[in-house]
């Protein structure tokens, strides 16, 4: 064998490395990505519970104020099961169904001042305001990963890599609708925040 042929070779056997290399990591980047997804959605999941929990627990605070609160418990029954391996596109209507549940239990609460005073109702106020952050940051981080991971499927090289191994677009978790481009005001009136 020549020098050459042997130059030629090693440069060979160099580049299908190297792009064996490229694939490799490609590939185990999008493998981090879908997973960080799939366990943020996880994440979002256990936050809606703890909401549907305290939606629970509020409409039992202001059940004597209320007759609701049977339709409610029902509704919090369904979505909780629904939930739990719910895709994002599900997710995302238990969020705004939980949402307007919430917000119904809110006016409640507005229209009654006593409740305003209750300790009990209090706390769950405070408690809501801290599970519709959580929410929130949730959704914000896996709405930035699935945008880096759709970004992959469509810019080169990884748009070969994707094609050669069927991976498909995740879908955004959009919340949607005018009722929910804010959250739930958890202040009651006079309250400074």
Known sequence: MSLTEIVALVIGVGIVAGLVWLYVSIYNRFMRLRNAATATLGQIRVALRKRLDLISSLAEAVGSYAEFEKDVLESVTRLRSTIASAPPEEVARAERETRSLLARLLAVVEQYPDLKTVEAVKKLMDASRDVEDEIARHRYTYNNIVQEYNTMIDTIPSRFIALINGFKKLPYLEV??????????????????
């Open 176 to 193: 949607g609708g005018e009722e929910v481009e804010e959250r739930p005001s958890l202040r009651f009136y006079g309250e400074e925040r």
